[in-house]
């Protein structure tokens, strides 16, 4: 077990529609206004907000004894909610600061970067566009991938953070579009490896495919990367449920020199789901899944409809 600390919990969370309550005419938001059938209200609003803090707050904190130190998210509107989520009640304490651009996703929902300035800097962060053309030869919209380079423990990773093409018309008629964008983050892998070889890398995000999608393969397979997450996943464990069965959307892959045992630096020491009780239904037939905010249009308070996972890595 390593000393507490030198270990540092790395983290992805698909927030699972963190809207504000206003109208924001450049996207498809209408769902998520006080005026809407889902009523979302500014008091539904802020009760998503401490319940998603205290839910980052509390990810490794057993093992590391400290909230993580960095923090993907999927499905945030805009700055105006990460700033309102790193102030909020349980992340208030911690120097937190984000990154986060916006995409041309039609439901303006992006990616994002959370992260403790006391241990990370940021050198350097931008975003690519994953192109897709639909079957009517147009553009089709979806989440930029993140890259975001900084120092950490005094040692320089690369970090992506994911939010791939939905299944919503059905995972074979979509997948041509995850598979579009696993060559997309293959290419900035393929550039970063192309200025240092030994690269630390870290890909993580709401792939909306399993490990063993072709997506995740070719992935894995192009860039040399070890699917840290991919073990979690059971008939009886993932991420999310989908009509009773788990699956493993959120993932963690590493660059192999996180797992060199006899090498320097930062290394790979665990990898879990964060599924803790509390973030789960506690009763009727959808107990054990994740405590979600709505169901279709009926309120719920919960928390998400994904679980957040995560790794440690020690020095």
Same mark, same amino acid.
């Given at each position: 077990?390593?000393?507490?600390? &030198?270990?540092?919990?790395?983290?992805? =969370? $698909?927030?699972?529609?963190?809207?504000?309550?206003? !109208? *924001?005419? /450049?996207?498809? @938001?209408?769902?998520?206004?006080?005026?809407?059938?889902?009523?979302?209200?500014?008091?539904?609003?802020?009760?998503?907000?401490?319940?998603?803090?205290?839910?980052?707050?509390?990810?490794?904190?057993?093992?590391?004894?400290?909230?993580?130190?960095?923090?993907?998210?999927?499905?945030?509107?805009?700055?105006?909610?990460?700033?309102?989520?790193? &102030?909020?009640?349980?992340?208030?304490? =911690? $120097?937190?600061?984000?990154?986060?651009?916006?995409? !041309? *996703?039609? /439901?303006?929902? @992006?990616?994002?970067?959370?992260?403790?300035?006391?241990?990370?800097?940021?050198?350097?962060?931008?975003?690519?566009?994953?192109?897709?053309?639909?079957?009517?030869?147009?553009?089709?919209?979806?989440?930029?991938?993140?890259?975001?380079?900084?120092?950490?423990?005094?040692?320089?990773?690369?970090?992506?953070?994911?939010?791939?093409?939905?299944?919503?018309?059905?995972?074979?008629?979509?997948?041509?579009?995850?598979?579009?964008?696993?060559?997309?983050?293959?290419?900035?892998?393929?550039?970063?490896?192309?200025?240092?070889?030994?690269?630390?890398?870290?890909?993580?995000?709401?792939?909306?495919?399993?490990?063993?999608?072709?997506?995740?393969?070719?992935?894995?397979?192009?860039?040399?990367?070890?699917?840290?997450?991919?073990?979690?996943?059971?008939?009886?464990?993932?991420?999310?449920?989908?009509?009773?069965?788990?699956?493993?959307?959120?993932?963690?892959?590493?660059?192999?020199?996180?797992?060199?045992?006899?090498?320097?630096?930062?290394?790979?020491?665990?990898?879990?789901?964060?599924?803790?009780?509390?973030?789960?239904?506690?009763?009727?037939?959808?107990?054990?899944?994740?405590?979600?905010?709505?169901?279709?249009?009926?309120?719920?308070?919960?928390?998400?409809?994904?679980?957040?996972?995560?790794?440690?890595?020690?020095?």
């Amino acid at each position: 077990m390593s000393s507490i600390s &030198n270990l540092y919990t790395i983290a992805f =969370y $698909n927030t699972e529609n963190l809207f504000d309550i206003y !109208l *924001d005419r /450049r996207t498809n @938001d209408n769902d998520f206004l006080p005026t809407s059938a889902k009523n979302w209200t500014k008091k539904r609003y802020e009760t998503k907000i401490y319940k998603l803090g205290s839910v980052i707050s509390k990810i490794g904190f057993e093992s590391a004894q400290k909230p993580p130190t960095i923090i993907g998210l999927a499905e945030v509107e805009n700055d105006s909610v990460l700033k309102d989520l790193i &102030n909020s009640e349980d992340l208030k304490l =911690y $120097n937190y600061k984000f990154i986060h651009y916006n995409s !041309l *996703d039609e /439901r303006g929902i @992006d990616v994002a970067l959370l992260y403790n300035e006391d241990e990370f800097t940021v050198e350097h962060s931008e975003t690519f566009n994953i192109y897709i053309q639909d079957e009517q030869a147009e553009q089709d919209f979806t989440r930029d991938i993140l890259l975001v380079t900084g120092y950490l423990n005094n040692e320089k990773i690369h970090i992506l953070v994911n939010h791939w093409p939905s299944r919503h018309e059905g995972s074979d008629q979509t997948e041509y579009k995850r598979l579009l964008a696993s060559k997309k983050a293959s290419e900035i892998i393929a550039n970063l490896k192309e200025h240092n070889l030994d690269s630390k890398i870290i890909v993580m995000g709401d792939f909306n495919d399993n490990p063993t999608s072709n997506s995740m393969l070719q992935l894995k397979k192009e860039n040399s990367l070890y699917n840290v997450t991919e073990s979690l996943w059971s008939y009886s464990r993932g991420s999310v449920n989908h009509n009773f069965t788990w699956i493993l959307f959120d993932q963690i892959l590493l660059s192999q020199n996180f797992l060199n045992l006899k090498g320097p630096g930062l290394q790979f020491e665990r990898a879990n789901i964060f599924d803790e009780k509390f973030l789960t239904q506690h009763k009727g037939k959808f107990k054990g899944q994740p405590f979600r905010t709505y169901v279709g249009k009926k309120y719920k308070g919960g928390f998400s409809d994904h679980f957040p996972v995560y790794i440690q890595l020690k020095k």
